[in-house]
């Protein structure tokens, strides 16, 4: 090994000259920054000692059950995993009330965000997306090289700040767009679309639209005028509902997420899905983790008890909170200078938050809500760094 590591490394090209020969929509692409290097900080502070709370991460863990499947799972992992996911499919048709041909699996959900505008975008077919709408989405258009159409949010103001605005969104969608992602919980602001207001947005769009609308934090969402879009189901065609495994179920190393639609839609992305995109190991886990139920509200209820607490706790301290229906808080400080101070004193403390800077919020920090625990010590840090 220590040959290896000796030997001189041959002399490095530019990225520049390679991003020349890139296609059109990767040249000017900026790979998806995903925060923190946690691993140098897991080094530095210890896991013990580290409050990670940059990454919206279940902290309760995934369910026994769903430890014990992956084990064994790993018994058979000289073999390749069942290219379909069977399993895992009848489980969820089962669970969500779908046919099994209704469900595509994905190596986590942002597989199969990146490659529903591979399928459906391109320089001629755009996508729309709301301002503060998830990062994935702008960079799945760029890569398609699809021109994208932002719709602007609602003000800071209003009842649901900077949330996806429902008219903005209509009014964007043009003849050349092709697909619309939105996020119900959004994430990084926390905020939801009403179910009535969701309900008529699709109305209104166009059949040849793809609408994806990201439920990675439906589980989590408990406000009367939230609904899940996989009712809307059979009333549009050209809905697709995504989920994932790794927030509520606790499952984010393993990477597993799906997307629920049309049999045929599916049927066209599976045209372009790697066979083996969902492993065996995150299949197994996935599928014993849906059947724990009893686990999931667990989960669901600390969240629930840990959210309005973290938020109260903090509006005690100045700052702004956007609502939310998700495991993590958008945080207003005021200003730029003031976000990244105690962004930066929380770090020096051994707390990781996320900044929100490439968001255009550089004056906010989005915060996980972690166990009671967590969130004592995140404040803890507050408070010596706002003294
Ligand atoms: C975390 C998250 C996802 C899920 O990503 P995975 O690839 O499934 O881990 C998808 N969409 C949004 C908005 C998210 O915040």
Redesign the pocket.
């Known amino acids: 090994m220590a040959a290896v590591t000796e030997r001189r490394q041959p002399e490095m090209v530019g990225e520049a000259t390679f991003a020349g020969l890139a296609q059109p929509g990767i040249r000017a692409l900026k790979a998806y920054d995903p925060g923190h290097d946690l691993v140098a900080l897991r080094r530095r502070f210890g896991t013990e000692r580290l409050v990670e709370l940059g ?2 991460e279940n902290p309760y863990g995934p369910s026994p059950a769903a430890r014990q499947a992956a084990l064994e799972a790993l018994e058979t992992a000289h073999r390749y995993p069942d290219p379909l996911g069977g399993g895992l499919k009848r489980a969820l048709a089962e669970r969500l009330g779908v046919a099994p041909a209704q469900l595509l699996l ?6 199969l ?1 990146m490659q529903f505008a591979q399928v459906f975008a391109g320089p001629d077919a755009a996508v729309a997306m709301s301002q503060y709408g ?1 990062a ?1 989405y702008a960079l799945a258009a760029q890569a398609a090289g699809a021109p994208l159409q932002f719709a602007p949010a609602w003000a800071p103001d209003v009842a649901m700040p900077r949330g996806h605005a429902p008219d903005a969104l209509a009014s964007v969608v043009s003849a050349r767009t092709r697909l619309l992602y939105l ?1 119900n919980p ?3 602001t926390g905020t939801w679309i009403a179910a009535d207001a969701l309900a008529a947005l699709l109305a209104r769009l166009p059949d040849e639209v793809i609408v994806v609308v ?1 439920e ?2 439906a589980e989590f969402a408990d406000a009367p005028d939230y609904r899940s879009a996989l009712s809307l189901l059979p009333r549009h065609r050209n809905l697709v509902v ?1 989920r ?4 509520a179920y606790a499952l ?1 190393g393993l ?3 799906y997307a629920v639609a049309d049999a045929g839609l599916v049927a066209v992305m599976e045209r372009l899905r790697e066979s083996f995109n969902a492993n065996s190991v995150a299949l197994a886990a996935a599928t014993a983790a849906l059947e724990d139920e009893a686990h999931l509200q667990r989960v669901v209820s600390a969240n629930a008890q840990q959210r309005p607490l973290l938020a109260e706790a903090l509006r005690a301290r100045g700052c702004f909170v956007h609502p939310s229906q998700t495991n993590f808080l958008l945080a207003g400080f005021g200003e730029e200078e003031a976000a990244t101070a105690v962004e930066v004193g929380l770090l020096q403390r051994g707390v990781v938050v996320r900044p929100m800077a490439g968001y255009g919020l550089p004056q906010c920090l989005r915060i996980t809500v972690g166990t009671a625990d967590e969130n004592r010590r995140l404040l803890q840090a507050l408070d010596e760094i706002l003294k």
């Open positions: 990454a919206n994905g190596n986590g959900s942002h597989e965000l998830f994935v996020a959004n994430n990084p990201d990675a934090y995504t994932t495994f790794s927030k984010a990477r597993v997420g």
